[in-house]
């Protein structure tokens, strides 16, 4: 299979970690759903092709999201090497409990950075979700277990336009604050641009959070996810979310489409000689493999180059 050529450019980190969302933001957007059997193969695979973040599913409301209502079924089906972290959603109390009973040992939770997005993906308000969050993040930090806190909404907001970045740190620091041990930055509706990217990691920075807790989590709406993520690593951040074959999307976010896909940012990042310890000819063959599965090709550029 094809690589780039080796180069490397100064002003980079060396290593980086790829927190891959494919089986649970690729598949929570599937119109089909998938059956738990599937789900667990390419959790499987994708383990196998050397990914060791892997957020596996949700345990929302199974009304909400029909497609990740299996959550405890797979959680059950799988056995994962123990170097290996298997993150989950949980929005609130009733969801921990379902993931402590699955033996979970990693949550994200999940706030919106608007009012629109909060009311249609939470049936919130900005502060209501808090006090959804407050008490859920307490008690997994009793239980032992690290907890993840997103942003979504943090660059536009499909129904507010523009999104001021003080009100995005604000949420997110109120997320540190909980005791979040890494905040990831979602661009749900792919709107971002460089520029902006910057000005919201200097904010966070300038705000008191250390750019060692700040992840990326860009959806590639409108082709700027690999951008927006180098421009992220020159900043300093060394986690970024990806979805291998480049699944995704929100199903309470209409323009929001698939996550930058793994196999696009593992391409730069090889070029860039930048280790992740994930084997690309593997990931893209687990992409071809999902996309049968699915029906439908996958939407990643260097999935349909390598394949052919
Ligand atoms: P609600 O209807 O307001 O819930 O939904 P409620 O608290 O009023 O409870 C109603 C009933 O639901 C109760 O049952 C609860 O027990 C039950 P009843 O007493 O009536 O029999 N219930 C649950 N059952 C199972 N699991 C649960 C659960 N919670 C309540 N966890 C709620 C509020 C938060 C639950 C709902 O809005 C929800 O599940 N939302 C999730 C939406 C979602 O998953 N969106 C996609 C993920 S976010 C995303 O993709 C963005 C991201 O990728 C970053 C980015 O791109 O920006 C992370
Ligand atoms: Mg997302």
Redesign the pocket.
Known sequence: MRTPQRVPAGGLPDEVTIYEVGPR?GL?NESAIVDVKVKAEFIRRLVEAGLRTVETT?????K??PQLADATELLAQLDLPDDVRAPV?V??E??LD?ALAAGVREIAI?ASATETFAAK???STVDEQFAMFTPTVQRALAEGLSVRG?V??CYGDPWEGDVPIEQVVKVGARLVDLGCHELSL?D?IGVATPGHVTALISAFTAAGVPIDKLAV?F?DTYGQALANTLTAFREGVTTVDSSAGGLGG???AES?TGNLATEDLLWQLNGLGIKTGVDLPKLVETSVWMAEQLGKPSPSRVVQALAG
């Open positions: 933001d929570q949700s345990f929302v409301h199974p909400w999201v959603l929005p609130n009733r969801g379902r999940f993906n939470l049936n997103y979504s909404m979602g749900t989590h959806h929100c199903p309470y929001a």
